[in-house]
């Protein structure tokens, strides 16, 4: 089964814009990775959160994580063109094995320029 | 580094016919997986190495899959007799701590 979801499926937004995607998952978490793919491609790491952060910046990329939701966001800033892919949240189930990522099924991201 | 290179991209296959995806993972990583995506289940854990050991192949759909890693630098993952159902990108990933680095995946059609 889906431990993370993503929200939306799809989105359209025009360049420049701000995207943000959400993921919710169900149970406890040890951290939990967003993943980018653009069509054709394997997936890329964007970006690690801890269970105990809140917060993480990357560049262009905010990540928030509320655990007592369980649910995490992806906020790309001032998107391009080039940002048009699919972005998956993926979870590492605490008390589980630690080498075991979950995928949720992606949002598809499109920038329009 | 290359990064994960996987062979073939693409394959067309006949139903019954042998396949063999091959993944060649990044130098110093220890950790390797196979998944499987679909538009229906999205991706899916196939199988973990460590050190070249199988760990988890509970992913492994059935029989008909399998998997070796004989040394560090090598994994191949066999479909014998392959079916229609089978049609997917598979990806080949390997690790360092709290990161996976895929590969750019092979796609099967099985006819």
């Known amino acids: 089964s889906q431990q993370g979801e993503e929200d939306p499926q799809a989105l359209s937004i025009q360049e420049g814009e701000n995207a943000t995607m959400n993921c919710s998952y169900k149970?406890?978490?040890?951290?939990l990775q967003w993943y980018r793919q653009n069509s054709g491609r394997g997936l890329v790491h964007l970006i690690l959160?801890?269970?105990?952060?809140r917060e993480k910046h990357s560049g262009r990329l905010r990540v928030t994580l509320d655990t007592s939701k369980k649910s995490s966001s992806l906020l790309i800033t001032a998107s391009r063109a080039a940002d048009t892919a699919s972005y998956f949240c993926?979870?590492?189930?605490?008390?589980?094995?630690?080498?075991?990522?979950?995928f949720g099924k992606g949002t598809l991201l499109t920038v329009n320029p | 580094d290359a990064g994960v290179i996987q062979s073939p991209r693409h394959e067309v296959t006949e139903m019954g016919q042998e396949v063999t995806l091959r993944c060649k993972p990044i130098?110093?990583?220890?950790?390797l997986f196979w998944y499987r995506q679909t538009m229906m289940r999205g991706l899916e854990l196939l199988i973990y190495?460590?050190?070249?050991?199988?760990?988890?192949d509970s992913g492994m759909p059935e029989d008909r899959f399998s998997a070796k890693m004989p040394n560090a630098s090598f994994s191949t993952l066999k479909i014998q007799p392959s079916e229609p159902r089978d049609s997917a990108v598979y990806f080949c990933?390997?690790?360092?701590?709290?990161?996976?680095?895929f590969g750019e995946g092979s796609r099967l059609t099985v006819l």
């Open positions: 130098s110093g990583h220890n950790s």
């Open positions: 990933a390997s690790s360092l701590p709290g990161e996976l680095f």
């Open positions: 149970t406890s978490i040890n951290n």
């Open positions: 959160i801890r269970s105990n952060e």
């Open positions: 190495f460590n050190n070249n050991v199988p760990i988890d």
């Open positions: 993926a979870t590492d189930a605490s008390g589980g094995s630690n080498y075991k990522l979950t």
